[in-house]
């Protein structure tokens, strides 16, 4: 399937794009995961590779069709090793973009051996987990890119931009769940993408396709 025409906007741009949720294992059989099917970062992984970019998708677990020799996959479970990953990619990186359900949190422990089922109640300690796209902020360099996304269920542009500022994102891509079908598990997304120079941008609903290849127009316009 083809739904834009073939270019070389980004040819020879170097690639980040982590996508999909990630699992933190509670013991050898349980997790603590999310529902993000991964489906908006491979879109945009394919829209930027078919317009010339070399990109490597670091993406949690989850099913990713690639079609396009110049996406390359890396297959990662948890926060610290989707974050392990993208480190030690990103000094050669032109773009990032940050398309992950990242978990916030981790079990402290994990267990050796399958918990054992007990008392009436159970708890499980968590601890934050490493911000990928603000450890790479800091990092960022000039003539790099970081892209981020923010999903937010209340004030949505004030926090979409807060995290803009904190991340040290040039641009943030805001997912709406406002209207229907858009989002988690759907085919379609409904976004706001926020610059930093305080412009703002609304799209329609639209494919996850046709919104990669608005969020990359975005980015064109910063290359
Ligand atoms: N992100 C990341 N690493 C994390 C958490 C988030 O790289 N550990 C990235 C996401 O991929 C996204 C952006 O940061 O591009 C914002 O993620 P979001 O979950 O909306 O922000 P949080 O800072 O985790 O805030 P909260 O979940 O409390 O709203
Ligand atoms: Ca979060």
């Given amino acids: 399937q083809q739904f834009f025409t073939k270019s070389s906007r980004f040819e020879g741009k170097r690639v980040i794009v982590t996508a999909g949720p990630t699992y933190e294992s509670i013991d050898p059989v349980r997790f603590i995961g999310n529902h993000s099917s991964g489906k908006m970062g491979l879109a945009i992984a394919h829209a930027l ?4 970019a070399v990109v490597r998708l ?14 390359q996959l890396t297959k990662v479970q948890s926060a610290d090793d989707m974050y392990a990953e993208v480190e030690r990619q990103y000094t ?10 990242v978990a916030d949190y981790k079990p ?19 601890v934050k987990n490493k911000d990928i796209a603000a450890e790479m902020g800091q990092r960022k360099k000039a003539g ?28 943030i891509v805001l997912n ?19 610059n930093r120079e305080g412009q703002s941008m609304a799209y329609d609903i639209k494919s ?7 969020i990359i ?3 064109y316009d910063l290359v």
């Fill in 217 to 219: 127009n975005a980015i």
């Fill in 176 to 194: 709406s769940l406002n209207d229907k079908g858009a989002g988690f598990s759907h085919n379609t997304n409904k976004i706001t993408i926020f």
């Fill in 49 to 52: 590779a078919n317009e010339g």
């Fill in 92 to 101: 050669d990186t032109d773009i990032a973009v940050f398309a992950a359900a």
């Fill in 144 to 171: 790099q890119l970081n892209i981020g996304f923010a999903l937010e269920t209340e004030n949505e542009e004030t926090h979409a931009k807060q995290k803009l500022e904190k991340k040290n994102f040039d641009l």
């Fill in 108 to 126: 402290a422990e994990v267990a050796d051996q399958k918990i054992k089922k007990t008392g009436e109640s159970m708890t499980i300690t968590l």
């Fill in 58 to 71: 670091v993406a949690g677990p989850g099913d990713y069709v690639i079609h396009s020799d110049r996406v």
């Fill in 208 to 214: 996850k396709q046709e919104v990669a290849v608005d």
